[in-house]
């Protein structure tokens, strides 16, 4: 840096590449005399030929920055936004004689600066472009919907990126493929006018109850109130100077079923009828569950409820309703949001039975060519009246009835001519109304309506009641079926080994029908693929299958066993074990173990088990187990009563009682006294003591025996006592 030159009686001090740290007071000196001179250096000043310009690049684009200064040994500081940028893998600086390079792969902007060490700065701005995206994490998928209960609030927030930022626009495209216009931020009516509905109203940004908000780097999609018209697909689109994105997001409105239509009444009887329905015309998105039937009297307000758990079925039969009452029906639809609106009530109606056959039916008087007959009205006749009275005959060994008299007749005796002589002939008379004739009917008891369960080889034996005495058919599955008729008018069946079974009451052209199931189960088999899995310490891990055979019914559990090698006794570890893998633990050191499981369900446990094939051995250890040692608890305590004595005031004569109750530990000691006396050695005191309840009786207590009494508690820990006061009054 420093060189000295001589030239002739002249001295040079030379200083290379001088810096401002080199100014200062220099001094020569010789054998005549010392000179000082003072250094002042000035910074140099730095001239830019090239000034670094602002760029304009896409998104992920390589952005070169150039200046060249006057001064190739100057070293520049790059600053973006004010903050020094250190070189890396994305970011390079070179120095190429007077040339300042800056590359970088731009995914941001800013304001980018170079520093000169000659104190020269150069300011300029990189402007990135980003096309347009949608950030949305259900994009991509299969479908894109979005689900909102009717009348809740739908809010969507869509993260947005771009650069510039990009314009915003909302359609609703419609089942027509035709796009209705949300919200354009900065289009007018008139822009894409081509794909719009030109009919559809623009809803600003703030305002009606679909709207959008539109944010710095995202949007904001509500719905107030979510109504069915708001179902369907929107889509989102982008757009700036570089290019644009959308988005399709399908809004599906779920709500309670539409009502459905009125029910329709059929088959009334004496005091049932049977309900049909039709399902809503629309489900609300959701599929219906089930039904709800409810019935009110024609006169009344209130509506009964029919049924708790939900109807699967279009149809319903109602029963226990008054005969000669006008009822109402209506029905309710449910989905997994909710109940329907009822539905318009049906018709009403009004359960009618028909009359019971008369009574006293007699042959009065027979002639060559005619007969006379009497009887009696029918003993119930029922809120619909009688119409009359229907009279047939039948010749022997026919089975054609015949009337014997056109139409009804109100008389309650009859006189039948032009019969033939000699012909053997039998009568019968029918009672007629608005219900018409007597019709047989099954009364299925509700147990029966279910599912009987019941095991192999057990005999069932069935009742059930019905109107009539009718011509009786069982339809089943192959099996030994038994059935007889009672005088009360009921089927007893026995049977063994069947799955369902149909039984049909037929009079004459008049039929009803009645299905019973049966479930009929056995022992399941044992279980499968048995292995021990892994066995350490004092332990055992056991793995199975559930059984090829569970008996027709649900395997309820399973008991898992143990057995020692050397006695084979089998003793139970798990019972009612849910569970299809186990651990066995606390086996005995140095012994071998073989394992068996049972499975169970509603008819017992499998006849036979699955055992393991190898035996588990408990390896021993060769260390002597020593147990911990733990701190005996002291659960020692100090008498406390826990039920007081209670002040009390008897009239004589009458055995009376006090009572408390005490805890302690050891059992406390009890002593009770009167006035301070002890008690013990009175015969006319009784004391007793069960579970801490101590009581003592007074037999027959006279006014001597008022006072104080206490009952006092000791053991080692401490002792407590508790008093009260015994009025006695004498006999008024």
């Known amino acids: 840096k420093y060189r000295f030159k001589k030239d002739g009686k002249k001295q040079y001090l030379i200083i290379n590449e001088s810096t401002k740290e080199d100014s200062g007071h220099y001094t020569v000196k010789t054998n005549g005399g010392v000179s000082v001179a003072e250094l002042i250096v000035q910074e140099k000043k730095l001239e830019v030929y090239q000034s670094i310009a602002d760029l304009t690049v896409k998104a992920r ?49 800013g304001i980018a600066s170079q520093i000169l060490k000659v104190y020269l700065k150069l300011i300029f701005s990189v402007f ?9 994490d259900c994009l991509g998928q299969s479908p894109d919907t979005i689900v909102v209960v009717a009348g809740n609030k739908l809010r969507l927030d869509v993260p947005v990126s771009g650069d510039p930022t990009p314009t915003v626009i909302w359609q609703k495209v419609n089942k027509k493929n035709d796009l209705v216009r949300i919200n354009d931020d900065s289009m007018t009516p008139s822009e894409n006018s081509s794909d719009l509905n030109t009919d559809n109203k623009l809803l600003f940004e703030s305002e009606g ?11 904001v999609f509500i719905i107030e109130g979510a109504e069915k018209e708001d179902e369907g ?39 049932y009828c049977t309900v049909q329905w039709q399902p809503p015309k629309y489900d609300g998105g959701q599929p219906v569950l089930g039904y709800i039937l409810e019935r009110k009297k024609k006169k009344s307000y209130r509506w009964m409820r029919l049924n708790f758990d939900l109807l699967k079925e279009l149809t319903y039969e109602a029963k226990r309703m008054i005969e000669g009452v006008v009822y109402e029906m209506r029905i309710y639809a449910v989905n997994s949001i909710g109940m329907s609106r009822p539905s318009p009530a049906s018709q009403p109606f009004m359960p009618i039975a028909p009359p019971s056959e008369p009574t006293h039916f007699t042959v009065e008087d027979v002639s060559d060519s005619t007969v006379s007959l009497k009887w009696r009205p029918p003993e119930r006749i029922g809120a619909g009246g009688l119409d009359g009275y229907i009279v047939e005959y039948c010749k022997d060994g026919s089975t054609e009835w015949i009337p014997a008299l056109p139409g009804l007749t109100e ?14 002939l039998y009568f019968r008379i029918k009672a007629i109304n608005l219900a018409g004739e007597k019709r047989p009917k099954f009364w299925l008891p509700r147990h029966l309506r279910q599912t009987l369960v019941k095991k192999v080889g057990e005999t069932i034996n069935i009742v059930i009641p019905f109107q009539y005495v009718p011509s009786t058919q069982w ?48 022992k399941p088999g044992p279980p499968q693929n048995i292995k021990l899995v892994d066995v ?12 090829q055979d569970d008996g027709n019914a649900q395997i309820l559990g399973y008991t898992v066993q143990k057995a020692d090698k050397k006695t084979m006794e089998w003793y139970t570890v798990f019972d009612h074990y849910r569970r299809t893998n186990c651990i066995v633990s606390d086996l005995i050191m140095g012994n071998e173990y073989f394992f068996r499981i049972f499975s169970e369900n509603l008819c017992g446990l499998s006849e036979t088990a699955a055992t393991t094939k190898n035996p588990a051995h408990i390896q021993k250890t060769g260390t002597t187990y020593k147990p911990p040692s733990y701190k005996e608890h002291d659960f020692s305590e100090p008498p406390k009563f826990t039920h007081p004595l209670v002040n009390r005031s008897v009239i004589a004569g009458y055995n009376t009682t006090l ?42 207590p006279s006014p001597f025996d008022g006072g104080i009494y206490t009952c006092k508690a000791v053991n080692e820990c401490g002792e407590a006592e508790i008093e009260c006061r015994l009025d006695v009054r004498g006999n008024q």
């Not at 997001?249 to 029910?263: H, L």
């Open 61 to 109: 684009d390589q952005a070169v920055f150039k200046c060249e200064v006057s001064d190739e040994n100057v070293k520049g500081i790059w600053l973006k936004n004010g903050k020094e940028v250190v070189p890396d893998e994305r970011i390079k600086i070179s120095h190429i004689g007077r040339l300042v390079l800056f590359q970088k792969a731009v995914t941001d902007l």
């Open 128 to 136: 990135v472009i980003e096309p347009p995206k949608i950030h949305l």
């Open 209 to 219: 109850r679909v709207r959008v908000e539109i944010h710095e780097d995202h949007c």
């Open 233 to 271: 697909v929107y889509r989102v689109i982008l757009k700036n100077p570089v290019g644009e994105d959308k988005a399709d997001i399908t809004v599906k409105v779920i709500d309670v079923p539409d009502p459905p239509e009125a029910p329709t009444i059929s088959n009334i009887g004496e005091d």
């Open 411 to 424: 008389r309650t005796s009859a006189l039948i001519k032009d019969l033939v002589t000699g012909d053997k």
């Open 475 to 522: 339809i089943e599955e192959p099996s030994t079926v038994y059935w007889r008729q009672c005088p009360n008018f009921r089927l007893r069946l026995q049977m063994q080994g069947s799955l369902t079974y149909e039984v049909t009451l037929q009079i004459e052209n008049m039929t009803d029908k009645a299905a019973i199931t049966i479930q009929i189960i056995d």
């Open 536 to 547: 350490w310490g004092f332990n055992a891990a056991l793995e199975w299958t559930p059984p």
């Open 659 to 700: 009572s408390c109750a005490v805890r302690g530990i050891p059992k406390p000691k009890i002593s009770w006294y009167k006035n301070k006396m002890d008690l013990s050695g009175d015969a006319k005191y009784r004391m007793f003591s069960k579970q801490g309840v101590l009581t003592l009786e007074i037999r027959k």
